[in-house]
């Protein structure tokens, strides 16, 4: 356990001298505490009254050398105390970014080993640089796909989204997307299970449907007979009065 030296502890009145000339009487103050650094090294704390740092402390660290009379400063800080307001943890970007975020000019560069993707065909345990070359000499297109973990991934969240079948909309629909004509079946092997509206009335429109979803606007929705309006009434031919047009 490291000693304080009674000298260092006593040195009150030394770190505030140095603090109020560093930093401004106005910002310094009661004294807080004194705590051991090292063997020799004290830090004082003083409150900090510097406007919008609330909670804050100013350290001052004082250290005298063995056989020495007097301490040295070595070093003032401002540091969070107990209640400061302090900034959250720092997220990256990437790790923070939702769907919607990217605007016009925004990159979201995937990583090499994204399990989400896959080489478009394996050659060997890495993927270089001549690889990728020979990918498109060959006219594949893709250098990269889909991955299983990543069809499941995309899978799960379309199914679960509002697209799926588990929406209000597709509670009450007439019928199922599976049988409308406005669906546009997908290719690959997410073709079993969705499709695109291609309906410019439906809600999800131009947006990848499950074929269990549904909605009002399916193309062989019928109206039923209390939602039809109302029929025209029988013309009358009135033969006892005579009209306007009869006098011609």
Same mark, same amino acid.
């Given at each position: 356990?490291?000693?304080?030296?009674?000298?260092?502890?006593? %040195?009150? @009145?030394?770190?505030?001298?140095?603090?109020?000339? *560093?930093? +401004?009487?106005?910002?310094? !103050?009661?004294? =807080?505490?004194?705590?051991?650094?090292?063997?020799?090294?004290?830090?004082?704390?003083?409150?900090?009254?510097?406007?919008?740092?609330?909670?804050?402390?100013?350290?001052?660290?004082?250290?005298?050398?063995?056989?020495?009379?007097?301490?040295?400063?070595?070093?003032?800080?401002?540091?969070?105390?107990?209640?400061?307001?302090? %900034?959250? @943890?720092?997220?990256?970007?990437?790790?923070?970014? *939702?769907? +919607?975020?990217?605007?016009? !000019?925004?990159? =979201?560069?995937?990583?090499?080993?994204?399990?989400?993707?896959?080489?478009?065909?394996?050659?060997?345990?890495?993927?270089?640089?001549?690889?990728?070359?020979?990918?498109?000499?060959?006219?594949?297109?893709?250098?990269?796909?889909?991955?299983?973990?990543?069809?499941?991934?995309?899978?799960?969240?379309?199914?679960?989204?509002?697209?799926?079948?588990?929406?209000?909309?597709?509670?009450?629909?007439?019928?199922?997307?599976?049988?409308? !004509?406005?669906?546009?079946?997908?290719?690959?092997?997410?073709?079993?299970?969705?499709?695109?509206?291609?309906?410019?009335?439906?809600?999800?429109?131009?947006?990848?449907?499950?074929?269990?979803?549904?909605?009002?606007?399916?193309?062989?929705?019928?109206?039923?007979?209390?939602?039809?309006?109302?029929?025209?009434?029988?013309?009358?031919?009135?033969?006892?009065?005579?009209?306007?047009?009869?006098?011609?």
């Amino acid at each position: 356990m490291t000693t304080v030296d009674p000298v260092d502890a006593e %040195a009150v @009145a030394v770190a505030r001298a140095v603090l109020v000339e *560093q930093v +401004g009487a106005a910002v310094v !103050g009661e004294h =807080l505490a004194a705590s051991p650094e090292d063997q020799g090294v004290v830090t004082h704390n003083f409150a900090c009254s510097e406007s919008g740092y609330p909670g804050w402390e100013w350290a001052v660290t004082v250290a005298r050398a063995p056989g020495a009379a007097s301490v040295t400063v070595d070093e003032i800080v401002m540091l969070p105390g107990e209640s400061a307001i302090i %900034a959250p @943890a720092w997220v990256p970007w990437r790790d923070r970014i *939702q769907p +919607g975020d990217l605007s016009p !000019g925004d990159l =979201l560069p995937t990583d090499e080993d994204d399990p989400r993707l896959v080489p478009t065909y394996f050659v060997g345990d890495d993927f270089e640089g001549w690889e990728r070359a020979i990918v498109e000499d060959i006219g594949l297109g893709r250098s990269r796909v889909l991955s299983i973990e990543g069809r499941e991934a995309a899978a799960q969240r379309w199914y679960a989204s509002e697209q799926g079948p588990d929406s209000p909309i597709a509670q009450s629909a007439p019928g199922r997307c599976a049988g409308c !004509g406005f669906l546009v079946r997908l290719a690959g092997p997410l073709s079993d299970t969705f499709g695109v509206c291609a309906n410019e009335f439906a809600n999800d429109d131009a947006r990848v449907v499950s074929f269990n979803h549904g909605c009002g606007a399916h193309s062989e929705a019928q109206l039923r007979k209390k939602q039809l309006p109302p029929p025209l009434p029988d013309h009358v031919f009135d033969s006892l009065s005579v009209d306007d047009y009869e006098e011609f």
